[in-house]
């Protein structure tokens, strides 16, 4: 799967954001996905309470599970 994501890149770009999941603000996603051909594609995402948004350490355990 790897292979038809990135193809030949050595070196992906990979996009890491928060997006907020339901109107009252209390629950986030945060999503991890490769650019290809003009487009994103989610390659792994996690849900977390607004207590957790954006938090460094929240961001290193993403990072490291991904």
């Known amino acids: ?9 050595h070196q ?3 996009l890491v954001d928060w997006s907020d999941l339901d109107p009252r603000k209390q629950h986030f996603l945060l ?3 490769v ?3 003009g487009r994103a594609l989610t390659v792994f ?3 977390y309470p607004v ?6 350490n929240v ?3 993403f ?4």
């Not at 799967?1 to 890149?9: F, P, S, T, V, Y």
């Not at 207590?51 to 460094?56: A, D, F, G, I, L």
């Not at 990072?63 to 991904?66: I, P, R």
């Open 31 to 33: 999503r991890a996905s």
């Open 59 to 61: 961001h290193r355990l």
């Open 12 to 14: 992906p770009i990979i």
């Open 45 to 47: 995402e996690q849900t």
């Open 35 to 37: 650019a290809a051909e």
């Open 1 to 9: 799967m790897a292979n038809r994501l990135i193809g030949k890149q």
């Open 63 to 66: 990072m490291t599970a991904l």
């Open 51 to 56: 207590t957790q948004k954006e938090k460094p």
